[in-house]
């Protein structure tokens, strides 16, 4: 973990620490405050996505914003139905394809999933221009990776800051804690769609 990251990582510890010692707030969407573990994943998540964004500060952003979904399966479907049309103008077997990459990425049978619901009062990317969005992140605690899948709809004459439309990427690093490294691109539509192994 990057020097910085770790001044963040210690400064939401204890800001989530003394979170949950205050009343009404002890209790998350992914668990108690009061747990170490909870809030470890929470600050993961954090950092994850000012790595991906850096053009946005995340660690203002409230616990209650991120979620832990019920089954990898139900994800997997939601992907599918929200990039239907997508999947039309590219190859026939393109969710086999992309599932099977992500599940040598990460091990899906394996995998906890964590989502992140924007604010569109704190104006982060997902809700700066967007028609709608997607977060996921793919945490395997065996592996101690995590793969952040997120996919951004935007009409193709709004401008895209800081980010190419054009490219899908998937990067993969020995260390859950390591800089993302070795991302390979896959030519996408209109739609923008970027995955990364941490």
Known sequence: MAGEDKKLSKKLEKEMTQLSMSPGTTTTNIG???????????IDLI????????DYDFSAASVDHFQKQK?????????NTKLADLSRLLQANFFEH????????IKLRQCEVYS?????????????????SFNFFFY????????????LARSK?????????SDY?????????????NESKLKMSEDEMQMELL
């Open 32 to 42: 108690p405050l009061s747990d170490h573990s909870v809030r470890r994943i929470l």
């Open 47 to 54: 950092i994850t996505m000012n790595a991906h964004f850096p």
């Open 71 to 79: 089954s990898v399966s139900k994800v997997m479907n939601f992907v």
């Open 98 to 105: 992309l599932w099977s990459v992500v599940n040598d990425c």
């Open 116 to 132: 992140f619901l924007p604010d569109v009062e704190t104006g982060d990317p997902f809700s700066d221009g967007c028609m709608w």
């Open 140 to 151: 395997n605690p065996n592996l101690k990776k995590m793969l952040y899948f997120t996919c």
């Open 157 to 165: 004459f709004y401008p895209i800051h800081g980010l190419d439309s």
């Open 169 to 181: 990427y998937c990067g993969e690093s020995e260390d859950y804690d390591d800089d993302i490294s």
